[in-house]
């Protein structure tokens, strides 16, 4: 594809829903990051995969949060039990490979909105 | 741990006029530094990268940034704005080129 693309681009919760936020990376890209975005505020590492492999995961706030990237391309972020302050964009970016410095490219993100 | 910090979360320029968009770094290391744009309901855009090459980085739609050691800083500049320009902007550090860590961001006003 074009570039990085996430579905949906918007999404409402009830407090206690299961939500899945899907991430699609640009082709052949290794590495790929979750962020989140709270209003106001700058985008937050939430987790990191080289390939399937979840090589950093020390930003998710709780264990309601959970990723995967089970065949190396497209991710999924689950979050469990939604609560109000979950609510937030949540950013994608893929990046070419690591080892060195390459450029991240993020996608338009999803608002989650959680009542 | 490295972090950034942006000073001032609203800026307001003349069109015409010049830009200046302050980011200061810490970290225990040499640094990557970045800037990126924010449009609404859009994605990150990057506008310029520090990757311990020149210090004075030039990046796309007129922007540069110098990398200043000594202040640890990195301000974005633009010698005249335009109203496109307006948007939300970041900086933000990486280390062993993972991660990003963003600042809390700037939006800039560009008034006709």
């Known amino acids: 594809g074009a570039g990085v693309s996430q579905s949906p681009r918007y999404k409402v919760a009830k407090r206690g829903q299961d939500v899945a936020l899907r991430c699609d990376p640009i082709?052949?890209?290794?590495?790929l990051f979750w962020y989140q975005q709270a209003l106001g505020q700058g985008p937050e590492f939430l987790t990191y995969?080289?390939?399937?492999?979840?090589?950093?995961k020390s930003g998710l706030p709780s264990d309601r949060f959970f990723a995967e990237r089970p065949e190396g391309s497209v991710s999924t972020l689950k979050i469990q039990r939604t609560q109000q302050e979950d609510s937030a964009v949540y950013l994608c970016?893929?990046?070419?490979?690591?080892?060195?410095?390459?450029?991240?490219?993020f996608g338009p993100g999803t608002r989650l909105t959680v009542l | 741990a490295q972090s950034v910090t942006q000073l001032g979360s609203h800026v307001s320029v003349s069109e015409g006029a010049l830009v200046l968009l302050r980011c200061n770094y810490s970290s225990s290391v040499p640094p990557y530094l970045f800037w990126y744009v924010q449009y609404p309901n859009q994605g990150l855009q990057l506008l310029l990268k520090?990757?311990?090459?020149?210090?004075l980085v030039k990046g796309i739609n007129g922007f540069e940034a110098e990398f200043k050691k000594s202040e640890t800083s990195f301000h974005l500049t633009k010698p005249s704005a335009h109203m496109s320009d307006a948007a939300e902007y970041f900086c933000?550090?990486?280390?062993?080129?993972?991660?990003?860590?963003f600042g809390s961001g700037t939006q800039l006003t560009v008034l006709p």
């Open positions: 995969f080289q390939n399937e492999a979840q090589l950093d």
């Open positions: 082709s052949g890209h290794v590495s």
């Open positions: 520090y990757t311990s090459a020149a210090t």
């Open positions: 933000a550090v990486s280390l062993a080129a993972r991660q990003l860590t």
């Open positions: 970016a893929s990046s070419l490979r690591t080892g060195t410095y390459n450029e991240q490219f």
